[in-house]
Every structure is written in structure tokens, then in C-alpha cells.
């Protein structure tokens, strides 16, 4: 006989239970596995005879529960374990043990909205947090601000990560006199309606869609990036909706730097992420980081982590980290495919990200430092900090300041919420601010305008212990998403 099936009197059937041929699952030993004891241990010897009479073997079925008690939330909805699942989640809840004292943070401006200060403190109250920092550009955001920097111990939060995982800014010289952006105006702007996508959804069609190795990589590591490779390859080359931009404009160069004489040049920014690959892989792991630590009280829900010994948080630092490879590879379609069709070079360029998670070494220990929304500003590192679609942004280089974990601002930080912006400010009163600063504005949304956001000035002078400016960014021509309208075709 290949295996057999023996539950004796209704005693012994929650004692033990035959599975393969001289193999037997106790009690003990789903315990072992990490059942508590009383009812979750007797649905568990139960299921396991339901999925023997399915035609799993024992050590399959020990391999499922390795899995189950790993990722409960994973198996709610498979048919032999879900009720197993749903038992384990719920009696399985530890008791939450913060930090003895917060972990100790930095904070770099005075103005910053309470809400935002009491997410960094609720942050540094986690048993996993090391330390902290809040950037000038900080504001409220769900689990740690935006502008908030955490370093954490042997442990990642997605929501710390963020939603767009590996938004970033990405900077090109192009060798087009700056007079072009009069001269050449319509043709600079034919160009990005041509060439870019954006919006909640936005991408381009099968054959007009980008090419990039990054569709090389092994999207099939785990289930979620597997299942979101094709939405990757049709949004490859896109920008998304909010604060998300292409801009030509002036950068303007004091001294030699970028290899670059000073001067004035012409120059393309643009501001994106992972697009809706990275915001389904984030909503994947935040919501698994959640049924793991149903402990956590409230207010510090969303601030659930992975532990980083574990498959779980494994599978979230590679897919993270393919996420960011994606998002890079957006703005590499999107500069490329604009410089072919304006037929121009490409004399320097700078990129950075920020809503990620790096591995680095702080105070003697080795730390996962999550930046949302703050740029890595460590010794000698080249950033971009923007300011709105009317303010100037700033090329800058880092100081490598321990106490802020190596960060700075990551643009100019919201005063006004979307809501409050779509009541208060008029289309009237932007496109005045914009014709005095010589700004011509494909399309955007009425939220983002410039009056919702800090003076970047301010700012960057909040920072000037954390960066030093290189080059000044001034947006002459600027594409965002339409608010509340639907993707272009």
C-alpha cells in the first residue's frame, strides 16, 4: 500500500492520524510546528485528513502548513486550508511590546504638520525601529509620513516603503540650444504629448509598447510580480497621476559640475514610479505584513513589517527591488524615446529615487533604511529635489549627515490637501502665477498647483546641513495628469 488513512474513535482521531504508511501526524508535533493547542491543533489533524483523502502526501501537507502559519492570509481562500487559516490568524495574536523608550529621531524644520510628527513618533515605538529622521518637505502619509526616514532592524515595512514603490527623478542635459524652448516650442511640446502616457491606468498599446530588459528579469520569483509582468510591459515608458511630471526647462550651472561647463542648458526632468505593478506588489505585501502582526494597535497598523529570515520578507525584498528596476526602467524609455525623436544628445545626466527600502550601516549596526518620500543624500551623492510645476528644483549633492540617516527632502512637501485645493484655488489665479514665471502647462490637475506646496526655498534652507546645490532646474514646459479625467489614448 502506497499510504492509508486511520482515524480511530472520535479520542484518538485528535491524538493522531495516519497519513502514509508507517507515518503518523500527532499533535505534538503540529504544535511543534507552531498550532497553539485546543482548537486550532484539532482542525489542523482534521484538515490534514481531508487533504490526504485529496491526494497529498504527509510531507506535502508539512509543507503547507510551514506555508500556512508563515502566510495565513496567503491560504484564507484555498479550499482545503482556508478554514485552517482563518483559525490560525485569529488565535494566534501576540501581545504588542513596543520599545522600552522611542528610538531616537531627527527632525529638520519647525513647520511641519503635528500629524506627520506624531506618525514618526508612533514609528520609533516599534520593536524592529533604530532610528528616525523627518525631512522639511514632511507631511501626513499613512504609517510613516512623507518626507519620514526609518532605519529598522533585520525587518522591512511596505507601507514604509509606499504605495509607487521606487518613485524617482531622473534629469537629462540635452544638446538643444535653451533658446529652443521658444524657438522650438511646439516641437518640444509635440514631443511629450507623442511620447509619453499618464494617468491611473495610462500606457501604451501592444504595438506601440516599449522594449526593455528589464522584461528579461525573472518576474516569475513570486506570485505577485508574475502576475503583474504584463501590465508591466503595457505601462513600461508611462508616468502616473498626482505630483507625477515631464518637464523641459533651464538648468542652471554656477560652477563646472555633471562634467559640464557653467552656464545654461537646456534640460528634461521627469517624476514617476513603478506604476500600477508596483502599487499591486505594495498592496500585497502591506496587507500580508498586516495579517502577521494583528497585534499592533491601531494607530500603527499600517506600520506592520516583514521579518527579513523569512520567505515573506525574502520575496518582498526581491520583488522591491525588481519594482525599482522597473520604475528606472520607465525613465529610461521616456528620455530615450524623447531624445530619438527630437534627434538630440544626451550631455549629462542625474537619477535618484526615494520610496524604498536600502540595506546600510548606521551606528555600528546594519539597518534597513526607509526612505518615503526623502531622498538618499549620503556623502558625495547627486539628488534631485523639485519644487512645483511654477518653483524651481535643485541638483544637489550630499553630506552625508548621520543624524539625518544620509536623507534630505524630497521636493518642496504639501501644505494643502487635494480636497482643500479643488475648493480654494481657481484655474484663473495659476495661470497668472505661470505666465509670470514663463510656464506653459500641457495639462494637470487643479491639486497641484503651485500655492500647495512649501516655498522650496524655504526648504532647501532647512536642508543645508544635509545637501549642498549644484545646479538650479527652472520648468519652462510642463505635462502631468489630468485629475479626475480618464488616461489618454
Known amino acids: 500500500m502506497r499510504g492509508f488513512l486511520t482515524i480511530g474513535n472520535v479520542g484518538m482521531s485528535f491524538a493522531m492520524l495516519y497519513v502514509n504508511t508507517g507515518v503518523m501526524m500527532k499533535a505534538r508535533e503540529l504544535r511543534n510546528l507552531g498550532f497553539p493547542r485546543g482548537e486550532v491543533t484539532k482542525l489542523a489533524l482534521k484538515t490534514a485528513g481531508v487533504a490526504r483523502r485529496s491526494g497529498l502526501y504527509a510531507s506535502q501537507i508539512r509543507e503547507e502548513y510551514v506555508k500556512l502559519i508563515e502566510y495565513p492570509i496567503a491560504y484564507e481562500c484555498h479550499e482545503i486550508f482556508g478554514d485552517l487559516a482563518k483559525a490560525f490568524k ?8 513596543e520599545r522600552e523608550e522611542p528610538a531616537p529621531w531627527s527632525i529638520y524644520a519647525s513647520d511641519i504638520d503635528p500629524g506627520a510628527i506624531k506618525q514618526m513618533e508612533n514609528a520609533c515605538r516599534l520593536p524592529i525601529a533604530v532610528a528616525g529622521a523627518l525631512m522639511p518637505d514632511a507631511h501626513r502619509g499613512y504609517g510613516l509620513p512623507i518626507g519620514g526616514v526609518l532605519a529598522t532592524e533585520n525587518a522591512i515595512i511596505p507601507y514604509a516603503v509606499g504605495v509607487d514603490i521606487a518613485c524617482r527623478m531622473k534629469l537629462s542635459v540635452f544638446d538643444l540650444p ?18 509619453t502616457r499618464f494617468g491611473i491606468g495610462a500606457g501604451f498599446q501592444k504595438k506601440y509598447r516599449r522594449e526593455h530588459a528589464v522584461l528579461d528579469e525573472d518576474w516569475d520569483a513570486t506570485e ?15 508616468s502616473g497621476s498626482g505630483n507625477h511630471f515631464v518637464e523641459f526647462g533651464t538648468l542652471t550651472l554656477s560652477e563646472d559640475e555633471l562634467g559640464l561647463k557653467a552656464g545654461q542648458y537646456l534640460a528634461f526632468l521627469s517624476h514617476s514610479g513603478s506604476r500600477g505593478p508596483g502599487a499591486m506588489t505594495a498592496g500585497y505585501y502591506s496587507k500580508l505584513a498586516r495579517s502577521l502582526h494583528p497585534e499592533l494597535p491601531k494607530e500603527l497598523a499600517h506600520l506592520s513589517w516583514l521579518d527579513m529570515d523569512s520567505e515573506a520578507g525574502q520575496e518582498y525584498w526581491y520583488a522591491m527591488n525588481l519594482m525599482g528596476q522597473f520604475a528606472a526602467a520607465n525613465h529610461e524609455c521616456i528620455h530615450d524615446t524623447m ?4 534627434g538630440v544628445k544626451i550631455l549629462a545626466g542625474v537619477e535618484n529615487h526615494h520610496n524604498f527600502a536600502w540595506k546600510e550601516h548606521h551606528n555600528g549596526k546594519d539597518v534597513y533604511v526607509h526612505r518615503k518620500g526623502a531622498t538618499p543624500a549620503g556623502k558625495g551623492v547627486l539628488g534631485i529635489i523639485p519644487g512645483s510645476m511654477a518653483d524651481p528644483g535643485f541638483v544637489v549633492r550630499g553630506k552625508g549627515n548621520a543624524l539625518s540617516l544620509e536623507s534630505a527632502a524630497h521636493g518642496a512637501g504639501r ?8 475648493k480654494s484655488i481657481t484655474w484663473s489665479s495659476v495661470k497668472k502665477t505661470l505666465n509670470d514665471r514663463g510656464v506653459t502647462l500641457i495639462s494637470a490637475g487643479i491639486d497641484e498647483a503651485p500655492d500647495v506646496y512649501k ?23 510642463v505635462k502631468m495628469a489630468q485629475a479626475g479625467e480618464p488616461p489618454e489614448d
Do not use: C, Y
Not at 535653451?178 to 511620447?195: F, T
Not at 531624445?339 to 527630437?342: F, H, S
Not at 516655498?455 to 514646459?477: C, G, H, N, W, Y
Open 90 to 97: 485569529a488565535n494566534t495574536t501576540r501581545p504588542f511590546i
Open 178 to 195: 535653451v533658446s529652443a524652448l521658444k524657438g522650438e516650442k511646439q516641437r518640444l511640446i509635440n514631443a511629450i504629448k507623442h511620447e
Open 224 to 238: 505577485i510580480t508574475k502576475s503583474v509582468k504584463d501590465k508591466a510591459w503595457k505601462q513600461l515608458g508611462s
Open 339 to 342: 531624445r530619438r525623436r527630437l
Open 415 to 422: 501644505v494643502m490637501s487635494r480636497t482643500a485645493a479643488k
Open 455 to 477: 516655498d522650496i526655498e524655504k526648504v532647501m534652507a532647512q536642508q543645508s546641513d544635509l545637501v549642498e546645490t549644484i545646479a538650479r532646474f527652472d520648468p519652462k514646459i
